[in-house]
């Protein structure tokens, strides 16, 4: 369960996050129906919803955590995901699934419904609607909340299952990650103030228990609730960019800033397109000098929210200090050999430089991720900001400010 439930908390667009918890937990502990890989299609969503909700408190039933009423936990995860996730592209990922009874997508086209169209809308709200997908009692109470989002929370609430047992169990264990002692401690807010929020369940109630949620994060460094997305070609500024955060005095886990490496300049553009339709986030995409092109393409596309950075040459390792690599490497190789600051100062294209400087001093085969790892130990102090690193933290300092003001 703390599997599954961590999967479900996780950075992921909600539909994908949801299909994959659902078929973990049902495939592994259903005995009847005895769901597997190949069945698992055959049952509509409603049903596969309400088995993995029996499937969850039933698995509370023999501890002390068997209130089943208080979902008021439930509600805000719903809205914490609307503020992070497009309410439209998901409820329309469902649609497009197949797998709600009144629907079929090889028969009727959801790419054609406009969310924005009265009309198509209602359509939309009737097919969730007969589907059994929405709680009724929960869309007549949101107050606040456009159609679209009313749909996407009341389909959330609509086979609610006990977090709050769950985190209540979860207290009394010693090891626990920042995101569940954030969780544990947003449910004991809402609890301990007696916020009556599943009975007037507006926007701006919410948005009070966000405002708390965001300054825990800014006190305890857990990253959640995010605010800005950072794409980046490689795994190297996944591991650095983090770190070096924290010496430009604004770290990315106290700020709600989170990098994704996606594999290369190609995969980046993918990815941007796909995360630009599902989240509602702003992203910033950081290109190294050789991607002119792919930014191009993205730079016609562009949502207003959202930047591009292309390193002015060469990749992420040319525009690290010369100074701070050599510290790094000597620090980390100290009994097995060095590197004079002559080996690589000013030199272009590192990663080459620093692939043959590895043979010629046999320190092994050169491993950007190990590489990136070394260095990460040894940022301490601002001097170990390059110039170009200090213009990259100045465009995320605007994208947030600018997202703060409008949205």
Known sequence: MYISFERLTRFNTPFEKLERVHKELLIKHSIEPKINSKNFWNY?????????QYLWNKSLENTDEIDLKNYKINLYLAFEELKEYSAAEFLKNLIQSGKLNVYNPEKEYPENFNFCNEEDFKQISEIFKKAGLVNLEIYNKLEGFNEIEKLF???????????????????????????MKRLIWIDDYINRHKLNI???????????????ARQYREKNDSL??????????????????????????FDFNKNGVKVISSG?????????????????????????????????IIKNNLRSIDDIYIISNGEFEDILPDSLICKAVNIHYR????????????????????????????????????FARIIAKNINKKSDLSEELGLIFKKIFMIIDNYSKNF
């Open 44 to 52: 509509d969503l409603s049903e596969i919803n309400r088995f993995f």
């Open 153 to 179: 929370i009341s389909y959330k609430m609509n086979f609610p299952i006990n977090i709050h047992g769950f985190l209540n169990i979860l207290k009394k264990e010693k090891k626990l990650t920042s995101g």
């Open 198 to 212: 599943e009975n007037n369940i507006s926007k701006e109630n919410l948005e009070k228990i966000y405002a708390q």
């Open 224 to 249: 959640n609730p995010i605010e800005l997305l950072i794409l980046a070609e490689g795994t190297t500024e996944e591991i650095l960019l983090p770190v070096f955060s924290r010496i430009a005095g």
């Open 264 to 296: 290369g300049k190609n995969q980046a553009v993918k990815l941007y397109f796909k995360l630009s339709r599902e989240i509602n986030l702003p992203i910033l995409m950081i290109f190294d000098s050789d991607a002119s092109e792919e930014a191009e």
């Open 335 to 370: 009994l097995t050999g060095s590197i004079n600051f002559s080996d690589i100062q000013g030199l272009s294209k590192k990663y080459q430089v620093l692939n043959n400087l590895w043979k010629k001093k046999g320190f092994g085969e050169f491993k950007k991720v190990e």
